[in-house]
């Protein structure tokens, strides 16, 4: 069974440029989150959604910061204008109803 | 103060020790407990849940103080592949999908 995946793996882009990430769930998992992890810190909740609906958003940043999944399958995590502050790796994480959480891989993103 | 805390290390021990980490809480509304491993440059994987009565899978042991608000993972035997960083995870109550992470303890074990 495949795990949960996410793309890019890696991403540099400049200050004020646009960036989206994608998460591809494990299939059937209807709980997707988004965490990230700033260099030096803990890793941080973002948002959880359920299906296609935001459960909650709670630990998103700023408002550039934007998290889709139409259809409830994959979602992207865009971020419009990406400052220095926003580099970090961001992990995507998907569950069935209150079980384990698995986590992709990563996206490791510099913005310079 | 972070939410939950732990010693960032990092731990060196030779092949075989027996090495103890620990973590701390500040949330009483602190609902479930988990220990995660991290491999370099990897995604974190659940090691084990962690509860009141303590549990044991292996040669890892986990146990949980609510009173003190403190979680304890313990590593016998230890082997080189045991090399990682371990995060301490709690939920809380109303919230109970949401992870939140220690900064880590790294361990790294030696021949």
């Known amino acids: 069974e495949a795990g949960v995946t996410q793309f890019p793996s890696h991403s540099v882009i400049e200050k004020g440029q646009t960036v989206t990430l994608r998460c591809d769930p494990i299939?059937?998992?209807?709980?997707l989150y988004w965490y990230r992890r700033v260099m030096g810190k803990e890793i941080k909740f973002l948002l959880h959604?359920?299906?296609?609906?935001?459960?909650?958003e709670s630990g998103m940043p700023n408002n550039r910061f934007l998290a889709e999944r139409t259809g409830g399958t994959y979602s992207t995590l865009k971020v419009q204008p990406a400052e220095l502050e926003d580099s970090g790796v961001y992990f995507c994480a998907s569950s069935q109803s209150g079980n384990e959480q698995f986590f992709g891989p990563g996206t490791r993103l510099t913005v310079l | 103060r972070k939410e939950v805390e732990q010693d960032p290390g990092p731990f060196n021990v030779p092949e075989g020790a027996t090495v103890a980490f620990n973590c701390t809480y500040s949330?009483?509304?602190?609902?479930?407990f988990f220990w995660y491993r991290q491999d370099c440059r990897k995604e974190p994987k659940l090691l084990m849940s962690v509860y009141s009565s303590g549990n044991e899978d292996g040669r890892f042991t986990a146990q949980l103080n609510r009173a003190s608000q403190y979680i304890s993972l313990l590593i016998r035997d230890s082997k080189l592949s045991d090399s990682a960083t371990y995060l301490c995870?709690?939920?809380?109550?109303?919230?109970?999908?949401?992870?939140?992470f220690g900064t880590g303890t790294r361990l790294q074990v030696t021949l």
């Open positions: 299939s059937g998992h209807d709980n």
């Open positions: 959604f359920v299906k296609e609906s935001k459960q909650d």
């Open positions: 949330n009483s509304a602190s609902q479930s």
């Open positions: 995870v709690v939920t809380h109550t109303g919230t109970a999908s949401k992870l939140t």
